[in-house]
Each structure stands twice: as C-alpha cells, then as structure tokens.
C-alpha cells in the first residue's frame, strides 16, 4: 500500500495500548476527538491506518495447504496446533480503532459529507469480522468502543455466527453504497466492497452448505448475494482480464513490477525507490525459506492445452518431467520451471533446482528478474484483490445454486481460458462426465451439476495458485483431509541419469553408495537428499514422508480460543474438542 509518514504508526500504537481481556481501553486524552478530529485530512490519516489490517506480501505468496509443499510442513498440516495461551489470531485492537473512529468522523463533517470515510471503516469492519468468523465462527460482535469499566461488555459471551454475518452484509452494503466509484490500486473503493462481498457471501454460503453439523441456515441467500455482488462488478466496474499473448499474459500478471490495474483491483505495493522490499525471489531459488515446489496432485490438476484431462491419459502416474508438461495448461510453465524456462531479462535455460524446490516443481510465478535475488529485495507489487477472483466467485456460486447456464461461464470461466488460449469450459460435457480424479479429492460434491463444480474448484485451484486461498477453500468445501494426504514431486523410475529438459545434457543423477563426481549436475543421494516411494524401483518423489499429518474433522475447521481469554472472559466458551475450558 501506499507509505505514511511515521506519525501514523504513533497515532495506531497510541490508539491501540493498553487491554483489558481482549478489548483495548478508551483513547488516552492526548489524542480525544476533539483535539485530532478537526479537518477531512484527519479523517483520510486516520482511515489510512486501516491499511495495515491487509496481508503483507508474504502473507500472499507464501502458501501452503496441498498446493505448495515445503521442508516444514508446519502446524497445520501436521495436525499439532495446541491451544495458545495467548494471541493465536484473537486480536481486536483494529476493531476498536474502526469503532472509535465510526463514533467521532461525524465531528469534522455532517454524516451526508463524511459517508465515505464511514464506508471505509465499515469497509475494514466487514473485513475484520469475516477473517475472525472464518478462524474461530461465533465470536462477540461489537458495534462500538467499549469503556473499561463495562464489565457487562467486557464480559460479553460469543455472538451467534448468523447475527455477525447479518452485520457483515449489512457494512458491506454501506460500503459498497457509499465508497468512491473510482478506480485506484491502492485505496478500496466501490469495486473492492463489491469483490469484497462476493468473497464473503461465497465463502459463508459453501461454509452453511457443507457443513450441516454447524446448522447455519440460508446457505443459498448467502450464494445468491456472492452472484449478485460479483455480476454486479462484471457489467458495471472498470475492470477486465489482462491479456498479452497465452505464453506469457499469466507470468506478466505477476511479475509487473507495479500492479496492472487493468485486472488488478486493489495491491499492495512496493518500491525500491521507497526502499520497501518483500522476499517473493530469494523465498524460491534458496534453500533457506522451506524450498516451496508445487504438489503432484495440483500439477496433475491441470488440463492438457486442447482441454482435456491429463489424469485420462494411459501411464499419467509414472511420467517423467518432460513428458508431463508437455502441451498443457500454459498457466503450468508460468507457474513452475518447465523446458525452456529463462528469467526475466536473461536468456541462460535453465532446469528445476531440487535445492531450492523439495518437489522439483519450482516455482516462478511472481518470480522477477536476477535484480531482486537478493535477501529482501523483491518489488513487485502483490495482488489483494482481482478481477479473477471475481469472475471464479460468480461462477462458483452460480453452480453451488444449481443455476449456472452455459453464459455465465462464457462470462467467467472462459475469460480466463482465453487469456491463455485454453478451450473453454463445456457445461453440458462436464456434468455428463464428472472427473474421476477430481471426485476422489472433493467427495462432498454430489449434486446434480457435480461435475460442473469439480471443473470450477479445478480452475480455481490452477488460477488462484500462491495467492493463498487454497486453505480457506478446503475449509469451506469440508475438504480439510486433502491437507493430511501424502505429498508428492516429480515421478523417477529409480536411481539413474536424467537430462530434464532433454537437451543432451544431464542435470540430475540420483545414486546410491559413493557420490560421483562432475560439473553442472545436481547429485541427489536416494533416501537422504531425495526419497522415491518405492526407494530403488522409482516413484512419486516424497516430502517429509516419516512425519505424519493430520486433519481431525470433529475440530480442525476452527481455530481454538487462547486460554488467557477464557480465563477473562468466564462467558467464553471454547470451540468443540479443542484442550481447555469448555
């Protein structure tokens, strides 16, 4: 996002001190409304602030779940989350920041001429609350700041789910009423409420679907809000596909050095001029930040270029490298290193580095040119909210209502299979030949339209990729056991020679016993450097495989509430099956 002067960061820290429980004390005198709220340049430093609630560039491309494995598996995945003592996502201090602001911009000017400045904070509310919701589902709802010495408020026990959804809805839609109709990358708008929205409502309504042990009603209300919001963005907003040529659009998408705003509908950026940096290069050519590569099973994932699926194809489980790649989804060779690969601005070829990919699908989407190889010194800028996005979400909630006809995916899932030349999707053809590859991962999928939905969660997965909603999505779907299934790298018949790109040359020799010696090879011991699923008969590549992973379906779709706060808050109650007090 844009940089503030330091003096914000002082006016945040100030705002947020102190806590009692959860929730933060009354501003200190020193910043009381009527000593800061005094001009509309007030009102604008202060809604600037809520920036910050936004994730930093990290927080984007540094995803997980079954899309991108690493050498740390991490908490999640491996099923060993404790209940924290404190912190763990229960934070409230921007929720009291929105608040006080909500209660004291009307000092400035009359409620009419400040509305878009309290769309803004009901903007960040809506925000705010769907990220708690989608972390720990019932959680207190608070309209306004709370005085220390309100006990009853500071007591206050969970609100239901549904109360604080119908409250989102209800900021959102001021938001999205209110806001500025103008198109800018680096402030929220109309536009960003709206994709906003359609994230909301598609979430919670596949949420209430798929999870009927919750009992959350009006799933489809919520499903036909998100089509709504999304339809709403495509016929009127300002915003389209970016598209180039199919070899290279993807890639451009996310290496531009500043956010196309031709697609891109709100980013956060970054400048070396400004000196603000992020780690997206030296994060996927190290061994130092987890060697991220792609999962087998997302690779598998992608479609063959004329449309058809790779898993139909006789042998697809024991193809090597190059055969595999060849004539698929061009999104694949702008996701990952495929033969001909070179970086931005160099012509040198280069092959996959099992040093810095643990499944030898390396990574290069985002990836810039050798100027930000570095440590911290990447500056692209990263994407928060995009037309994609968008276009998915109407897709995906029109086939969750059973409604979806074959123009609304010409309007959606085509746009995206025409920037990289892909067929488009068939509805027809789809729904009378479900994927069987697809519909051994997404096994609550059983309505009539199944197979229109398994190429929807496919095409969302494959465009979406190191953007980080695959988590969310699994969460939603019910479909967190994918997290706990077994990762996979690229297929080898054993120990042996391989020339990668099959330009004469190897560039992986795989041994057992002594090393061997020579130049320009990666030498991978089989059981320690590298481990195939059948040791010396070849196999899948596998990561971590001695380190078990976990998904407890009666627990693991919410975060636990840390102990400190229950202890506090003696109304609180803990989520079902998580350690501590119930």
Not at 253 to 282: C, M, P, T, W
Not at 455 to 471: A, D, G, K, P, T
Request: charged content about 25%; hydrophobic content about 35%; overall charge neutral.
């Amino acid at each position: 996002m844009k940089i503030y002067p330091i003096y914000i960061l002082a006016l945040c820290l100030l705002l947020t001190s102190c806590k009692k429980g959860f929730l933060d004390r009354q501003p200190l005198s020193s910043i009381s409304p009527d000593a800061f709220f005094k001009t509309e340049s007030d009102l604008n430093l202060y809604t600037n602030s809520f920036y910050s609630t936004f994730p930093s560039a990290e927080g984007i491309y540094n995803e997980s779940a079954d899309n991108v494995v690493k050498s740390d598996l991490g908490e999640l995945i491996t099923g060993k989350r404790t209940v924290p003592i404190s912190g763990g996502g229960w934070s409230w201090s921007e929720l009291r920041n929105i608040n006080y602001f909500l209660e004291n911009y009307d000092r400035v000017m009359s409620p009419a001429a400040g509305k878009k400045y309290a769309a803004t904070a009901r903007f960040f509310r809506a925000y705010f609350y769907f990220d708690k919701v989608s972390r720990f589902g019932d959680v207190p709802w608070y309209s306004g700041t709370i005085n220390i010495n309100d006990e009853g408020a500071l007591s206050m026990p969970r609100s239901p789910r549904a109360l604080v959804m119908d409250s989102v809805l209800a900021d959102i839609d001021f938001a999205i009423a209110n806001m500025d109709a103008g198109k800018n990358v680096e402030k929220v708008t109309k536009w960003t409420a709206l994709a906003l929205k359609s994230r909301i409502c598609l979430s919670e309504g596949t949420f209430r679907k798929y999870h009927p042990e919750f009992n959350l009603p009006n799933a489809d209300l919520f499903l036909k809000a998100a089509a709504s919001a999304a339809n709403t963005l495509m016929t009127t907003g300002p915003y389209s596909i970016y598209k180039s040529s199919p070899e290279k659009a993807y890639l451009e998408l996310f290496s531009s050095k500043s956010s196309i705003d031709q697609e891109v509908i709100l980013g956060r950026r970054f400048s070396a001029g400004l000196q603000v940096f992020h780690n997206l290069n030296y994060y996927t050519i190290t061994a130092s930040y987890g060697r991220p590569g792609l999962n087998k099973s997302l690779v598998n994932t992608y479609l063959m270029k004329n449309g058809s699926r790779f898993t139909d194809l006789p042998g697809y489980e024991k193809m090597e490298y190059f055969e595999e790649v060849q004539n698929r989804d061009p999104r694949l060779s702008q996701t990952i290193r495929t033969p001909g690969y070179t970086r931005i601005g160099n012509t040198k070829v280069l092959v996959p580095e099992f040093s810095a990919s643990t499944t030898g699908y390396q990574l290069i989407k985002f990836v810039t040119s050798e100027a930000g190889d570095s440590f911290n010194r990447s500056e692209n800028d990263m994407p928060i909210f995009r037309m994609a996005e968008v276009l998915l979400n109407y897709a995906e909630a029109k086939a969750e209502l059973g409604e979806a006809t074959q123009a609304d995916l010409d309007k959606s899932i085509k746009l995206l299979r025409d920037r990289v030349g892909m067929p488009n999707l068939d509805l027809a053809y789809s729904n009378a030949n479900p994927d069987p590859y697809l519909a051994d991962q997404y096994q609550h999928v059983n309505a009539a339209n199944k197979g229109l939905i398994l190429e929807i969660r496919r095409e969302r997965r494959i465009e979406l990729v190191m953007e980080s909603y695959r988590w969310a999505d699994l969460i939603r779907w019910k479909e967190g056991r994918l997290n706990a299934q077994p990762y996979k790298g690229m297929y080898f018949p054993g120990p042996g020679k391989y020339d990668l790109d099959k330009d004469g040359k190897t560039d992986i020799e795989i041994y057992t016993g002594t090393k061997p010696t020579g130049t320009g090879i990666q030498f991978l011991k089989l059981g320690s450097e590298i481990i195939l699923e059948n040791n010396t008969s070849g196999g899948n590549v596998l990561i971590n495989p001695n380190t078990p992973k976990t998904f407890r379906e009666d627990r693991d779709y919410l975060f636990p509430l840390p102990i400190n706060e229950l202890l506090l808050n003696k109304n609180l109650v803990q989520n079902p099956n998580w350690e501590g007090r119930n």
